[in-house]
């Protein structure tokens, strides 16, 4: 159950506001839990490119414009000094600064004069469903992203800054920016193959041999794409909102590609409500299957009772006491030497038949373990 | 049940209207019961602010016009005669009022000439959930908030204003209305994240071990949700149309913070959907899990049934009258000296494994309590 | 059941077209059942007012022009002769004049060069739920409401224009029409409210024991919620034209009006479809219950069954023929002198309590009588 | 069952393409059973009128044009040289012929150049649910309307046109085509009509006693309303069109009337949706009703079982050896010269007491008739 | 189960994207499995044609603008090289290259400069349903199609293109496009009917006899027509888009081809939801028919049970040791000569007699065939 509970204090962290209700606006009020700020710079343009971690953020006055485009990258929200530094040297808007430290806001593009702000957010799988907020500010020749903490799914888009003659070191911030996207977006996709796989090892599951714990695991997912749904929707609108509107920073050329990355986005929900639905089927699939073996326990009661009891009522009228004399027909069993034995043989074969029976349908045995949490599958992964 | 008929009660008061259908419209009836208005008034610009109660509406009079803002806060509408003082003096449109008084708006917002008309409703978490509807009245100079009874949400704000040097004092009568709805917005978090745990309590119960209770507190909690969604609705209309349509008195800038305000009103609408879902997954989990349960009690039942009939039949079969004469071996427990009592033993023990086994399943003992409600776990949060 | 009988006649009755399909449009063909008209005028200015029965609508021409409104209320559409020649006399369009006489329009707002046409549905809970069609014609200084039959709503507005000094005395004859619109709106307040209470009773019933009618009663109200919604929804769209559309006779300040009018009706939707959603949890609540129960009877079944037929076949294994000679232990009751009366009053003993047990539990009794229809909280109120 | 095998028969004719995937487009493939089309042409102005069978298209040209509505109707659509010359004298576009051959087009209203082309759904009740194409061109001073079989609803419209001083004679083209499109619309009413009393029908017999016949009919009556309303939803979308769009040849005057005909299709979706929803909750009311039944039928297994199984056990404990030598009291009805006669007459009353009460339930006799189906109520009407 | 294995396993294969996330745009990563391209010429006019298959791209350069129109059909998407060089000839963007090989874009239309790229999906069903990419480029005087494999539905457009005077040979490039995406529209009928007759026989099978592989089969059919949903719903979008927007090279005349073309899809999108609602309701069917037959079964138990436990009781009771000698009619049987063998007979009897009536009812054999998959009767069409 740890997956469950992990993912769970998850979502409820990234849940709790820090600014309390009415707090003033565009207010900085830090996680005190949440890592140190790392920043890290990549500066480049067509012929070179450097890469630089940054102890003070007022070095990087000595980049900005000084190279065709400057990525500052900055992991962890845990200071809001050097925050406040961060958004003095580039002018990023107080109450955007305050989204970004207000790790839970829904993606969306915003532009604040001259700064464009995009909200994403990015899935990972390491032991349990967790997502990172990404905050990005573009400028006229700079790009700053703010993550939650270190470790992100970017290093390919790096590794293309760092190789000369790619497109992405011609082009200019906004064309950075579409990359970071695109990476984001496209990090949904091995994230829904796994759910694929899950739904399909279950409806095998059910289709076999339907237990308890398929409910609660049929529930799990559903909770969990209704978690993902949630961040993937709005983006889908700050996607739209890129490719039809004119954002400041990002070119005509630009905007072809962002219209490919808002392609993948819709193809992600497509897929997304498509396994909803296959889990409300199985959800169908299960109950109707509870409804059969409800049936089939039913028939096997129904048809070794009223085999029974008119029978035994049939003996029971007769007390069979029916005269020996009258005719050695009459339960000469009674007579016999192992009579008594051969009765209680009869009686131990018919009982381990009918628990051999049972065993073999699953309804001695594992009938008892249903109450137990099995071991989910869900762990390993 | 009391958290739940308080519940009702404020929501059968709430609805019922005070006019009559086919009234003169604009006719301000008022609520009897209704606490009597107490006005407060803090009127403040940059340099300095002053607060005061306020005992004849007339003294108004005296500040508006010469402070930068004036926030005239009213709280409790139980005297049409003061209300209409109040509305005289700042040329409030009698619809407008009767709004204020009929305490069962939707959010909204009017324009009435150069007054702008708000509403939105403010909910509480006191031993139950309350809402309690504010309405606002922006004009150039001055903001008017009409509130149902004393206590609110709003001390954060009136502690910004006490401040110097925050925006708050810096800023026009629209940043006021703005600062205000914020804080209402806001307050809907903590109320939610209070739902957010008790779904998780709830889940928890049902997939250990679900009761009758279950069902009627996932009932209660849709109800709940219910109501708070169709609080909020309106209020993401009415904040979205004060962020895209050009409303009086309302500054480009503030509409930047509204469109924040915007956001946050969003998210609520998301997390309330999300819980509205989770409470029908939670539904549906608990009934699946009932179908479980009277599969296994099916199971239990035929399998003990159709191991005894059988043999019963055996034994009612031949009366057990096998000829001791014939064999030693022929029931000699007949002839034992504790034949009976071994026989009465035998029963008891039977009887007593079985009672415990039911008792540790919880279907004796347990079982009857579900008939009287189990101490909720709502009442004492 | 008559309740619901009378609504459904009332249903078929209005549903039945009296025109044949393929009749050439605009051709009045009026339900000979239909009570006869009853003309009443009330033509006033600021100043005065006459309120006067019509026996010949030819009367009508008398007045017409010389008041500043006249309001003309024909109450019954029995008689085609006399509804044409009112259509002559005010130039009314044959189309709107057929709609008026069908009576199963959707509420709507059509204009016909300089008459604007309104249809509304005014409801009536008097010992079932009723609906007429109230259809109006709006000129320069007239209004003509035609109505199903006599008894209406409308009382209130009739009282604010035999005051003085009311503002519908000032105003003109589009201000009218919305006094009107307004009361009809109104009034279906207080039969959501009826509707809540029941839902509120039925809510308790289900919790403390659920029979089979309530079934029958959620189903019947939500039929009657689907019913009054298939009214509601067309008159908000028919406001909303009134409010946003440029409508001959509709002062801007009327608009006004009309718009508070519509957030009426915005809210009675909103409570309708509250209803509805309530209703549905209302079913999942008693099915959820009656599942319950059958666990809890299966419970009884099984837990009964299964310590008995054990120990019974342990009984009937010895025949309980132990030898009493082996030992006095063996079987004394056999010997004793009340054995026999003994073993009936046991047997007695534990019949009664089972009954006893079953009828407080409601099994018997109760249960029986679930096959006829219990006494309706619907009936008398 | 021959009501539900004749409309799966007519719906699996319908869907059937004539033309093979991937044909040239405008190809007339004619579906060789389809009956050969008559041709009857109605040609009148507002003096006078003529009306003529048509063996050879050509005639239609001493026609066109010298009258001022020519209307032609071609019913069958079984040899596509007729077909292709009627499209010539009239210009008809060959798309459109190819949508008037396979008739499963859905209700549109396309133009091409100056010929407007119309697709409409007439249904008609004989047997079975039976829906009809029924295909419009509208020029300048022609109609002409082809339909799948002869026999139709139209003749209402040929009455009216026979008759002088009706306003269809002194109006033009458009106008027939509005009242051919009103005779169509209004002709789902009576078949709307009677679903709603099948469903009146289906409520009463789910509330006094349900039968498994009720679900098939239900579930029957969802299709067919389905299919009900695949045809009248685009019905909708077309009218809309031809009221708020310029289309050549209706003229503005005309447009009124079509609002009219468009209001009547909104009611009949409606009614529809209404009959729609009804089903479900009707499967739901049938449903809980099995749930019930259930219960009750377990409740008297288990209050009868439960009852006997203990005193069965404690007669069997005693095994009723008691000794009448100790007291007359010991079973005195052992020595009864009529025991044995009246043990088994109990016996006898005890069987036939509970198979009376199973009758009376419906249990028995009805309960193995449930398998067979049940003689339709929808056969007959 | 074969058919659905290789179902899944096509969708699988799709699903998985080639490139890795945060790759470079445009990057063309082949599938290594994906079969080699086989390039085929089709270039005509009006008065000749030629067709030919192409070995080097680069050969293609001889006929582009030399032709009226040139189809350059590529089957295959294995060699990296051979797309690049057709690309580069034809001046194709690499993002839309990109969408080309990764075979799992939604249907749309981007337009880069002067090139129009389409995408839509053709359905094939063999053993298993699966679905096919194709792309179409569409220039001023060419068409390139790229699939996935050999083998499509185009082959009757080729066939139109081979005879002379057909419109195919006068058109123009955007006329061949809109024929291929007729015949792949149009090719998604037969598959519908395919599935409206499973429907029909699952229909008939659950109104016959439900047995438990019904539901598995309803289930694959709806996870089907979601799959194929998933593919239609963009193919109208896109098919709107070309009849509404400019686009280059789609002339007017052809645009009405594609409404017509739109029209088709926007009827099989009707049938899908048909379908999928047809399902929905046959699992309703099909869980009250498993409700009928519980209730069916538990008849039968509580009948039988309740006759035969009272009478057994009064058997025990006497003991049935009636006094022969008080009377001959005490028990006369158990003095007979075969009284033993006549009470065996009839135990006998009844056994054999309810065994054959459970036969009779399926409740035994077919019962326990239930757990092994039945022969689907989907495996041989």
């Given amino acids: 159950m740890s ?8 979502v409820r962290r990234r849940l709790k506001r820090r600014a309390e209700p009415g707090a003033a606006p565009g207010s900085l009020t ?33 980049f900005v414009g000084h190279w065709h485009v400057c990525w500052v990258d900055v992991d962890g929200l845990g200071d809001a000094h050097i925050l406040e530094q961060i958004a ?15 790790v839970h806001q829904r993606a969306k593009v915003d532009t604040f004069g001259e700064r464009t702000f995009i909200v994403t ?22 790009l700053i992203t703010f993550q939650e903490r270190p470790g992100d799914c970017l290093d390919p888009v790096r590794e293309r800054i760092r190789k000369q003659e790619t497109r992405v070191r011609e082009a200019d ?18 994230i829904l193959e796994g759910y694929g796989e899950r739904l399909e090892a279950l409806e095998d599951r059910i289709i076999a041999l339907p ?20 961040a993937v929707w709005p983006q889908r609108e700050a996607l739209n909102m890129l490719v039809r509107d004119e954002i400041p920073h990002i070119s005509a050329e630009t905007r072809l590609y962002l219209r490919d990355c808002y392609d993948h986005c819709v193809r992600i929900i ?18 109707s ?4 073996r409800m049936n089939e326990i039913m028939k096997v009661l129904t048809v070794i009772s009223t085999i029974f009891l008119p029978i035994t009522f049939i003996a029971g009228l007769y007390g069979m006491n029916f005269d020996p004399g009258a005719s050695p027909l009459n339960m000469p069993e009674l007579k016999w030497r192992y009579g008594y034995p051969f009765a209680l043989g009869l009686m131990a074969l018919s009982s381990i038949g009918l628990v051999l029976f049972y065993v073999r349908r699953g309804w001695i045995g594992k009938g008892s373990d249903d109450r137990r949490a099995p071991p989910s599958s869900r762990e390993s992964p």
Same sequence: chains 1, 2, 3, 4, 5.
């Fill in 3 to 10: 997956h469950k509970a992990r993912h769970r204090d998850h």
């Fill in 88 to 102: 003095a040297i580039f002018h990023l808007h107080p109450l955007a600064m305050e989204d970004v430290v207000n």
């Fill in 270 to 287: 497509d897929l997304l409500e498509t396994y909803r639905e296959v889990c409300s089927d199985l959800m169908d699939l299960y109950l």
């Fill in 173 to 190: 911030a906004g064309y950075l920016a579409y990359a970071i996207l695109d990476a984001v977006t496209d990090h949904y996709f091995p």
């Fill in 211 to 230: 237990d308890r714990a398929v409910v609660a695991e049929i529930h799990d997912m559903k909770r969990e794409l209704l978690y993902v749904r949630r």
């Fill in 121 to 142: 957010h990015m899935f990972g799988l390491t032991d349990h469903l967790a997502s990172e907020q990404v905050s990005l500010f573009l400028g006229p020749d700079f």
């Fill in 30 to 62: 830090v996680d005190p839990q949440a890592p140190q700020p790392v920043i890290r710079l990549l500066a480049y343009n067509a012929e070179k490119f450097i890469e630089r971690d940054i102890a003070d953020p007022q070095e990087l006055r000595n």
């Fill in 289 to 292: 299957s509870i409804s059969n």
